[in-house]
């Protein structure tokens, strides 16, 4: 699964931003996907992931904050990201994982994904 982000930028502390990522279609299965936040010296974390049944789930330190939706129709992933702080300052990367059967399950681990962005940066400014 090919998958493209957007909707990085710079942005003041309270500030919001909505990334989306472009994923290619499959013909067959379906897809848990997920977004990932990297910061230099930091632990690459999961930040929100979403089931092929839409179950959701959030680290503790987006939550009430960012929101992951996913359109099945358009194949696009987005994570609205509202009351930004300068700690949510990283690069964001889409993730998917693709399994065989009607139903895909994703935590917040990497290893529940096989396709990665490239990632989309994100400023947040005091």
């Known amino acids: 699964v090919a998958l493209v982000e957007s909707g990085g930028g710079s942005v003041q502390a309270g500030g919001s931003l909505r990334l989306s990522c472009q994923a290619s279609?499959?013909?067959?299965?379906?897809?848990?996907m997920g977004w990932f936040r990297r910061v230099p010296g930091k632990e690459f974390e999961g930040v929100a992931s979403?089931?092929?049944?839409?179950?959701?789930d959030y680290t503790d330190s987006v939550k009430g904050r960012f929101t992951i939706s996913r359109d099945t129709a358009k194949n696009t992933l987005y994570l609205q990201m509202n009351n930004l702080g300068p700690e949510d300052t990283a690069k964001y990367v889409c993730?998917?994982?693709?399994?065989?059967?009607?139903?895909?399950?994703?935590?917040?681990?990497?290893?529940?994904?096989?396709?990665w962005g490239r990632g989309t940066p994100v400023t947040v400014s005091s």
């Open positions: 993730a998917a994982g693709h399994c065989a059967g009607g139903y895909c399950h994703c935590s917040r681990a990497t290893t529940d994904y096989n396709s």
């Open positions: 279609r499959i013909s067959r299965g379906s897809l848990c």
């Open positions: 979403v089931d092929s049944d839409g179950t959701k």
